[in-house]
């Protein structure tokens, strides 16, 4: 048994030697690359998602309540400043300024009459024929005549605003992205306008409005380079640079 040891021992280390041999002879050593130590820049980069949005986007609305009567423009519908985008029928508007007109000459006519009683009973005091009391209160009459013209005469303007807003024009120059209404819809202006057309100015202007993480805000700065990718282009990487930082 201490004989058989030793030749053991003795094939195991020429089979060692013979595997290092081969391995040289095989080029093992150029299984390594070798690459040279060179100083280049660290990039820190912050990771969000956001949304694409146009950098002019005006919601159109409608400041009165009614029927949507007639569209003159649908999605894609390349509009200009002031032109006709929507019509609300306009019947009872209409009907409340021929309303607030007929107030309005009833109560210049009044007017006129108080005037009339007015000067009478100035000449009537000043002959000794007449009260100071009657004479204050054709003056009273007087005044409040005159208010309640003001009154109707803005009465008569509201109304005619009123009208003027069942036509609903474009603010600017643009493309209609979005139509939230149809013809025989009703518009409800009770508590905010409702919005009828989103119109964007210009789509090849765009914005990112992206939540960046608390702790990632503070290395933002305005200028800094932003590159992003959207679903329609996943393929394609756009560039652009931070304009803001809002609180």
Not at 57 to 83: E, P, T, W
Not at 96 to 101: D, P, R
Not at 178 to 206: E, Y
């Amino acid at each position: 048994m201490k004989r058989f040891i030793p030749w053991v021992a003795l094939v195991v280390g020429l089979l060692i030697v013979a595997s290092v041999v081969r391995q040289c002879r095989n080029g093992g050593a150029g299984n390594y690359q070798i690459a040279t130590v060179t100083r280049g820049p660290i990039t820190q980069a912050v990771t969000a998602t956001g949304t694409l949005n146009p950098v002019v986007n005006v919601q159109v609305g409608s400041q009165v309540s009614g029927n949507i009567a007639k569209l003159f423009a649908d999605f894609n519908s390349q509009v200009k400043a002031g032109q006709v985008v929507a019509q609300i029928d306009p019947a009872l508007f209409q009907a409340t300024v021929t309303q607030a007109e007929g107030d309005l000459a009833n109560a210049q006519a009044a007017l006129e009459l108080a005037k009339l009683n007015a000067t009478r009973t100035q000449e009537l005091f000043a002959r000794k024929t007449s009260s100071q009391a009657d004479l204050d209160q054709a003056m009273a009459n007087l005044h409040q005549a005159e208010a309640n013209v003001k009154i109707k005469q803005g009465a008569l303007d509201k109304a005619k605003a009123d009208l003027d807003h069942c036509t609903i024009t474009s603010p600017i120059d643009g493309i209609v992205i979005s139509r939230n209404v149809d013809v025989g819809q009703t518009v409800a202006a009770s508590l905010q306008a409702p919005v009828i057309f989103q119109i964007a100015n210009d789509l090849t202007k765009m914005q990112i409005d992206a939540n960046v993480a608390e702790a990632d805000v503070g290395v933002l700065e305005v200028g800094q380079d932003v590159d992003f990718t959207v679903d329609a282009f996943p393929m394609r990487t756009f560039h652009g640079k931070v304009v803001q930082v809002r609180n």
